[in-house]
């Protein structure tokens, strides 16, 4: 039976800021984050913004052309936890007015999760195929301030669709795993910004790729001049030409950068979505000007910590008329440009659940988090 990704559709936030003002606030090179991690901007979420609503707003924009009743799962993924034992799909069930005959759940480990997210409801449709599972990656990436990784920030969410016969992608059974302890990045429960052993993240990603490259190799036969377009988890875009280099280094074939470059078009403009980033690659990719019709993607998810996956899908017949890259262009393009100060503000503003407070209306999204009462956190759908 094929099982895929049947709709797929994004959400970001209300703010951008430029790196290049980034850059001149902090007396660094501008060529450093364009060149050096090949990013431009990030997305800034106003304060009443979060990973319920980006997702949320992500799934409400699919929901709005598929029939919700045919949905008996909503998996959410993220790193980005908003409470400790809720899961935040159950706070989007409810903004978006699913039926109750629903299982939902949220899964972590850091952005790999999106992809655990994806195969559980990959296999729950091959168990009942008459049914649809809402999968949504939905995540803020925060850094602390003069940290190695506040270039790298970002924040964005994809929602997608997975179903029998899909409209858009078959994810080919077999993938290659790999799981390793590794302390790269990890942000302990008391903290609302992660640890990150930079240098040694960089290792462990690369050391995960050619791991779970590996292991689909070994399980399957399968050469990468097999694939036609790469997309690899992009915490920052260069960090996918670095795998792009090393898997090629290690299969000792030539592999161009033209293989990858339509992925990071999207990654440039929102920065790391961790659980998202991957998601934002293949929405790139499906929405270039290429006719990818029965051409096989060859995508690698990377959570630090480490567990990462490689695994391919097959780009459906007719798949361009399902797609709606309009969306993207409008949540990247209606952004809001603020200055480093105004960016600053906002990270310095951060505000737990140990208080009772109001945010103030700023979004225009279709979902709000509008504060904290009795540690309950709250949220409105216009
Ligand atoms: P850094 O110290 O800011 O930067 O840390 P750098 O000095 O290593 O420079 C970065 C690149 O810019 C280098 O290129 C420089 O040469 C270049 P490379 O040698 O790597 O090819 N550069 C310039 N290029 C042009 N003109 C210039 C110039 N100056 C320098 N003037 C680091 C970089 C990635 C460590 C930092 O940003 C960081 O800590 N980021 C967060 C961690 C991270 O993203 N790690 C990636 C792998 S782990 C992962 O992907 C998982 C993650 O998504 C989380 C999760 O799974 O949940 C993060």
Same mark, same amino acid.
């Given at each position: 039976?094929?099982?895929?990704?049947?709709?797929?559709?994004?959400?970001?936030?209300?703010?951008?800021?430029?790196?290049?003002?980034?850059?001149?606030?902090?007396?660094?090179?501008?060529?450093?984050?364009?060149?050096?991690?090949?990013?431009?901007?990030? %997305?800034?979420?106003?304060?009443?913004?979060?990973?319920?609503?980006?997702?949320?707003?992500?799934?409400?924009?699919?929901?709005?052309?598929?029939?919700?009743?045919?949905?008996?799962?909503?998996?959410?993924?993220?790193? =980005?936890?908003?409470?400790?034992?809720?899961?935040?799909?159950?706070?989007?069930?409810?903004?978006?007015?699913?039926?109750?005959?629903?299982?939902?759940?949220?899964?972590?480990?850091?952005?790999?999760?999106?992809?655990?997210?994806?195969?559980?409801?990959?296999?729950?449709?091959?168990?009942?195929?008459? /049914?649809?599972?809402?999968?949504? =990656?939905?995540?803020?990436?925060?850094?602390?301030?003069?940290?190695?990784?506040?270039?790298?920030?970002?924040?964005?969410?994809?929602?997608?669709?997975?179903?029998?016969?899909?409209?858009?992608?078959?994810?080919?059974?077999?993938?290659?795993?790999?799981?390793? /302890?590794?302390?790269?990045?990890?942000?302990?429960? /008391?903290? %609302?910004?992660?640890?990150?052993?930079?240098?040694?993240?960089?290792?462990?990603?690369? /050391?995960?790729?050619?791991?779970?490259?590996?292991?689909?190799?070994?399980?399957?036969?399968?050469?990468?001049?097999?694939?036609?377009?790469?997309?690899?988890?992009?915490?920052?875009?260069?960090?996918?030409?670095?795998?792009?280099?090393?898997?090629?280094?290690?299969?000792?074939?030539?592999?161009?950068?033209?293989?990858?470059?339509?992925?990071?078009?999207?990654?440039?403009?929102?920065?790391?979505?961790?659980?998202?980033?991957?998601?934002?690659?293949?929405?790139?990719?499906?929405?270039?000007?290429?006719?990818?019709?029965?051409?096989?993607?060859?995508?690698?998810?990377?959570?630090?910590?480490?567990?990462?996956?490689?695994?391919?899908?097959?780009?459906?017949?007719?798949?361009?008329?399902?797609?709606?890259?309009?969306?993207?262009?409008?949540?990247?393009?209606?952004?809001?440009?603020?200055?480093?100060?105004?960016?600053?503000?906002?990270?310095?503003?951060?505000?737990?659940?140990?208080?009772?407070?109001?945010?103030?209306?700023?979004?225009?999204?279709?979902?709000?988090?509008?504060?904290?009462?009795?540690?309950?956190?709250?949220?409105?759908?216009?």
């Amino acid at each position: 039976m094929n099982i895929g990704i049947h709709d797929l559709d994004v959400a970001t936030t209300h703010y951008v800021l430029k790196l290049d003002s980034m850059a001149e606030a902090l007396g660094v090179d501008p060529a450093k984050y364009q060149l050096g991690l090949g990013q431009d901007e990030f %997305s800034v979420p106003a304060p009443d913004e979060d990973v319920v609503t980006m997702g949320a707003h992500a799934a409400k924009r699919l929901l709005d052309r598929n029939d919700p009743s045919k949905i008996r799962m909503v998996l959410f993924a993220t790193e =980005t936890g908003i409470d400790q034992s809720k899961a935040a799909g159950v706070f989007v069930h409810g903004l978006l007015g699913l039926p109750t005959a629903v299982r939902t759940v949220e899964f972590k480990q850091a952005c790999y999760s999106g992809t655990a997210a994806l195969q559980t409801a990959v296999n729950h449709v091959a168990r009942y195929p008459e /049914d649809q599972v809402l999968v949504i =990656t939905s995540d803020v990436a925060r850094y602390a301030v003069d940290s190695g990784g506040e270039p790298t920030q970002g924040a964005g969410a994809v929602a997608m669709l997975v179903a029998a016969d899909p409209n858009l992608v078959v994810i080919e059974p077999q993938s290659g795993v790999f799981t390793a /302890d590794v302390n790269d990045f990890w942000r302990p429960n /008391d903290s %609302s910004t992660p640890f990150v052993e930079g240098k040694l993240s960089l290792d462990a990603y690369l /050391d995960a790729t050619i791991g779970a490259w590996d292991d689909l190799a070994a399980r399957r036969d399968l050469n990468v001049s097999d694939i036609h377009r790469f997309m690899h988890h992009q915490p920052f875009t260069k960090m996918a030409r670095k795998a792009h280099t090393k898997l090629a280094e290690h299969v000792g074939v030539e592999l161009g950068s033209e293989l990858i470059e339509e992925s990071m078009t999207y990654n440039r403009r929102i920065g790391n979505s961790y659980t998202a980033s991957l998601y934002f690659g293949l929405a790139a990719q499906l929405h270039g000007n290429e006719d990818l019709a029965g051409k096989r993607l060859g995508l690698f998810s990377y959570g630090s910590g480490s567990v990462a996956e490689f695994f391919t899908a097959v780009v459906q017949p007719g798949y361009t008329e399902h797609l709606h890259p309009e969306t993207v262009a409008e949540s990247l393009d209606s952004r809001e440009e603020i200055t480093f100060e105004q960016y600053r503000d906002l990270h310095n503003a951060y505000v737990g659940e140990s208080e009772n407070y109001e945010t103030a209306t700023v979004t225009d999204a279709p979902f709000r988090f509008t504060g904290v009462t009795d540690r309950v956190r709250q949220y409105e759908a216009r």
